[in-house]
């Protein structure tokens, strides 16, 4: 079992960058893929980003490719996204996710409980 918390989320305006953090507890973290998922208003949950164990295998979501880095630190069972160039279509809230990888939510049985990101035009 795991459990995940967030956090870094926040007001910014287009253009602007922030960080998102994702601190696990336990000692199995790196036996986890961590990924990235947000959900704006009105919309589903869609796929971000995941990181694979060691870190060295990523996967992003089109919209954010180029933009989001996903990563992981092993020795501090935190997981991070840091977002650049950031757009007013990005606003949603963020949320962090431990499991057997790929984009689809089933995948991952764990959730934080999320962190808003507002963009600003």
């Known amino acids: 079992q795991v459990q995940l918390v967030e956090s870094g989320g926040g007001l910014v305006q287009a253009g602007g960058s922030l960080r998102l953090s994702c601190a696990a507890s336990?000692?199995?973290?790196?036996?986890?893929?961590m990924g990235w998922f947000r959900q704006a208003p009105g919309k589903e949950r869609e796929f971000v980003a995941a990181v694979y164990w060691r870190g060295g295998i990523t996967n992003y979501a089109d919209s954010v490719k180029g933009r989001f880095t996903i990563s992981r630190d092993n020795a501090k069972n935190t997981a991070y996204l840091q977002m650049n160039s950031l757009k007013p279509e990005d606003t949603a809230v963020y949320y962090c996710a431990a499991g057997r990888g790929g984009r689809a939510i089933s995948e991952y049985p764990h959730w934080g409980q999320g962190t808003q990101v507002t963009v600003s035009s």
């Open positions: 336990g000692s199995t973290f790196s036996s986890y893929v």
